[in-house]
């Protein structure tokens, strides 16, 4: 008989536990969604631009872009929130060192328009509004002649820019190399990735700036061709047969008679 009711106490006390571990678990669903639970806060760009080619060298470019953020929004928060931004600091920004030279080191996409673009997914919900967001950031570093940030302690006061039209780590950083003549090894080509990690913190920060200063506002549009191509080719254009909005013109040649019925591929 007690073994009987221990085990009914049991049962029963499983059963209100795992009962109240639902209501609990539905109670928190949006803060284990992330939305409500990662507050957001107005920062100085410049600030976390600093502090990401600071560390840089712990983690190289997506690792600095996400803790430079995270800690510059932390520190704004902490006498407002100090739980937010407590939570905020324990983020695992070892994680963010796969990023590092276009994705483990295979020159794909670039470790700081990556990062840029996981911190605008952190912090905002609606899906319309983060795709122009990283539309906006990615028109940023492919039509802006970059790196334009300067650093304090400045070793190569002659670093060059260049338009990449490429979010691509390959193509990115030997766009740069060519136009100056640098080796890609070099410590200088490490400080222009590491100076243009810090330019799109600056993006990345003004963009969510603007976003929690007014909801309402507006990101930048496609450029062209590529905005053109994809009236055409994307879902709901004649062709509907690609998704890509990374420029067109840095793999593709414009075909003004679209007479293919696919796209041709630069030799």
């Not at 963010?96 to 700081?112: D, F, K, L």
Request: net charge neutral; aromatic share 8%.
């Amino acid at each position: 008989m007690l073994v009987g009711v221990g085990a009914g106490l049991a049962g029963l006390g499983a059963g209100t536990f795992l009962s109240l571990g639902l209501v609990d678990r539905e109670a928190r669903a949006n803060e284990i969604d992330g939305f409500d639970s990662w507050k957001y806060a107005i920062i100085d760009p410049v600030k976390a631009a600093d502090l990401a080619y600071e560390i840089y060298p712990d983690g190289a470019c997506m690792y600095a872009i996400v803790r430079g953020l995270l800690t510059t929004v932390a520190d704004t928060l902490r006498s407002t929130d100090p739980l937010a931004a407590s939570m905020m600091m324990g983020f695992p920004f070892h994680m963010m060192r796969y990023g590092h030279a276009g994705i483990g080191a295979i020159g794909s996409t670039c470790g700081a328009f990556n990062g840029g673009a996981a911190i605008i997914g952190l912090f905002i919900k609606d899906a319309d509004k983060r795709d122009a967001i990283i539309r906006e950031l990615t028109v940023y570093y492919e039509n802006t002649e970059l790196p334009k940030y300067k650093p304090k302690d400045d070793k190569f006061p002659t670093m060059e820019s260049v338009v990449t039209e490429s979010v691509l780590c390959h193509i990115s950083s030997s766009r740069w190399r060519v136009a100056a003549n640098a080796n890609m090894f070099s410590p200088k080509r490490s400080d222009r990735c590491r100076r243009l990690t810090s330019d799109i913190v600056i993006k990345t920060a003004e963009l969510l700036n603007r976003y929690h200063t007014d909801r309402n506002c507006t990101f930048a549009p496609l450029m062209q061709p590529t905005e053109t191509c994809f009236d055409c080719h994307g879902p709901q254009g004649m062709q509907a047969d690609s998704i890509g909005k990374m420029s067109c013109a840095t793999c593709h040649e414009h075909n003004d008679s679209h007479s293919n019925k696919y796209i041709n591929i630069k030799k």
